[in-house]
């Protein structure tokens, strides 16, 4: 998936989008990346991880310009669910 | 027309002088045409060079991932940038390798279906092509399936550059059976014998480096890193004994003269300078990553193997191989 503005967006949305994009990088299908899974136990390193960043930044751009995630958050987030809610959060989604 | 080689002016340990002195001498004896990216104020003399002006370096001991997101506008960012906007035909650094590797992977992308980057590094080989050491440090931790695309990977490359049909592939473990080493060894070691599009040639051992009876021996990261600064220490060493014992007295030093005119020729072909360089395998763009301690020689040969990795179109040849359709 890649969200645009006619897409909704709510914490549905942003998981499939986190799934999609982690899928992509890890070369996985997205089934296979459960919400409560670690980024660990998915062998997403540090450099998959960075790719995770850049790619949800530019997909989420269309909804607040300059949307951006603080590198200093990211030792906080070590799952897919960790990521979904830190994105609703900075975006203010239910 | 041919696209310049971009070469971070600021990467390495004799960086900028050595860089720029290797650029030069590329254009003058080898007719390359190279764009210098760096920092205008610390750079000094261009030597003639067209330079992309930034504003930012990453030093070598820079958290790879992080320095990327950090300092955009670093030579090494933006030399990958040059690659990714058709600007230039290939990226050179002796810097940061893992941010080397970083910016090239985020700047010019993965080839599709490639799980993982990997550096493959030529080490010389003898009486044949050099043979190449994949993955030389990239990805500390791998998956079977890694290394048989890093396999996969680096046989297309000796293929495509080193023009060796069907090249051997080798399983670097510490036996010969394929009862022997991790389990991560031996699920790999399955997985290229079913293989049927590889010329696996089964286990090597460490001392199968140099010489090497195999043109690709595949490892992870962790291992090949080990095996080559190994490989590079010992290599160091015997050279350094083999100075100190010519200098022991008037006889041998007489017989070193004789000697050295045919020993310097081996010990040139056996200096990493004279590989130019490790290329990073996956990604959408060409890569050459010197040695940190690159120096002008080095440059010159690291921008000669770009050069010529664009001319045998590896890349193209890489994405043919790795189908995202044939990912495990």
Redesign the interface.
Same mark, same amino acid.
């Given at each position: 998936m890649s969200a645009d503005t006619a897409t909704p967006l709510n914490r549905e949305t942003i998981l499939v989008l986190v799934r999609d994009q982690l899928a992509e990088i890890l070369e996985k299908s997205p089934d296979d990346i459960a919400e409560d899974v670690s980024f660990e136990d998915l062998g997403a390193d540090s450099l998959a991880l960075i790719e995770l960043v850049e790619a949800l930044e530019e997909n989420l751009a269309s909804y607040e310009d300059g949307f951006h995630i603080d590198d200093e958050d990211l030792e906080g987030l070590t799952s897919v669910r960790d990521a979904v809610n830190y994105v609703a959060l900075k975006l203010q989604v239910a | 027309m041919t696209l310049p080689i971009a070469l971070d002016a600021m990467g390495g340990d004799f960086a900028p002088g050595e860089v720029i002195a290797g650029a030069r001498r590329a254009v003058d004896e080898l007719g390359l045409s190279v764009i210098l990216v760096g920092v205008p104020d610390l750079m000094g003399d261009p030597l003639g060079l067209e330079v992309v002006a930034c504003t930012e370096v990453i030093a070598m001991d820079d958290?790879? %991932? %992080?320095s &990327?997101?950090?300092k955009k506008d670093s030579s090494l960012v933006r030399a990958a940038e040059l690659v990714r906007d058709g600007r230039a035909s290939a990226m050179v650094s002796a810097g940061n390798t893992g941010a080397t590797? %970083?910016s090239a =992977? =985020?700047r010019m992308g993965r080839l599709p279906? &490639?799980?993982r980057p990997c550096i493959a590094t030529p080490i010389p080989n003898p009486g044949r092509t050099s043979m190449l050491l994949v993955d030389a440090g990239a990805?500390a931790?791998c998956?079977a399936e890694m290394l048989v695309q890093f396999a996969q990977m680096a046989a297309t490359m000796v293929e495509a550059h080193y023009h060796v049909a069907s090249p051997s592939v080798g399983l670097l473990s510490i036996g010969e059976e394929s009862s022997k080493g991790t389990p991560l060894v031996k699920e790999t070691h399955q997985l290229l014998s079913a293989l049927g599009t590889i010329n696996f040639a089964g286990n090597v051992e460490g001392r199968d480096l140099i010489p090497s009876p195999v043109d690709v021996i595949v490892t992870d990261g962790f291992t090949g890193n080990v095996a080559l600064k190994t490989l590079e220490g010992a290599l160091k060493y015997v050279f350094s004994a083999v100075l100190d014992a010519v200098g022991t007295n008037e006889a041998t030093k007489a017989a070193g003269e004789v000697l050295f005119e045919y020993l310097l020729p081996v010990a040139a072909k056996l200096r990493p300078e004279s590989q130019g360089g490790a290329l990073l395998l996956g990604v959408e763009g060409i890569c050459v990553i010197s040695h940190g301690s690159s120096n002008a020689t080095a440059i010159m040969n690291a921008l000669r193997v770009a050069d010529e990795m664009d001319r045998d179109d590896v890349v193209a040849k890489l994405k043919a191989t790795i189908r995202?359709d044939q990912?495990a």
């Amino acid at each position: 998936m890649s969200a645009d503005t006619a897409t909704p967006l709510n914490r549905e949305t942003i998981l499939v989008l986190v799934r999609d994009q982690l899928a992509e990088i890890l070369e996985k299908s997205p089934d296979d990346i459960a919400e409560d899974v670690s980024f660990e136990d998915l062998g997403a390193d540090s450099l998959a991880l960075i790719e995770l960043v850049e790619a949800l930044e530019e997909n989420l751009a269309s909804y607040e310009d300059g949307f951006h995630i603080d590198d200093e958050d990211l030792e906080g987030l070590t799952s897919v669910r960790d990521a979904v809610n830190y994105v609703a959060l900075k975006l203010q989604v239910a | 027309m041919t696209l310049p080689i971009a070469l971070d002016a600021m990467g390495g340990d004799f960086a900028p002088g050595e860089v720029i002195a290797g650029a030069r001498r590329a254009v003058d004896e080898l007719g390359l045409s190279v764009i210098l990216v760096g920092v205008p104020d610390l750079m000094g003399d261009p030597l003639g060079l067209e330079v992309v002006a930034c504003t930012e370096v990453i030093a070598m001991d820079d958290d790879p %991932a %992080a320095s &990327v997101r950090k300092k955009k506008d670093s030579s090494l960012v933006r030399a990958a940038e040059l690659v990714r906007d058709g600007r230039a035909s290939a990226m050179v650094s002796a810097g940061n390798t893992g941010a080397t590797m %970083a910016s090239a =992977l =985020l700047r010019m992308g993965r080839l599709p279906g &490639v799980i993982r980057p990997c550096i493959a590094t030529p080490i010389p080989n003898p009486g044949r092509t050099s043979m190449l050491l994949v993955d030389a440090g990239a990805n500390a931790e791998c998956s079977a399936e890694m290394l048989v695309q890093f396999a996969q990977m680096a046989a297309t490359m000796v293929e495509a550059h080193y023009h060796v049909a069907s090249p051997s592939v080798g399983l670097l473990s510490i036996g010969e059976e394929s009862s022997k080493g991790t389990p991560l060894v031996k699920e790999t070691h399955q997985l290229l014998s079913a293989l049927g599009t590889i010329n696996f040639a089964g286990n090597v051992e460490g001392r199968d480096l140099i010489p090497s009876p195999v043109d690709v021996i595949v490892t992870d990261g962790f291992t090949g890193n080990v095996a080559l600064k190994t490989l590079e220490g010992a290599l160091k060493y015997v050279f350094s004994a083999v100075l100190d014992a010519v200098g022991t007295n008037e006889a041998t030093k007489a017989a070193g003269e004789v000697l050295f005119e045919y020993l310097l020729p081996v010990a040139a072909k056996l200096r990493p300078e004279s590989q130019g360089g490790a290329l990073l395998l996956g990604v959408e763009g060409i890569c050459v990553i010197s040695h940190g301690s690159s120096n002008a020689t080095a440059i010159m040969n690291a921008l000669r193997v770009a050069d010529e990795m664009d001319r045998d179109d590896v890349v193209a040849k890489l994405k043919a191989t790795i189908r995202p359709d044939q990912v495990a």
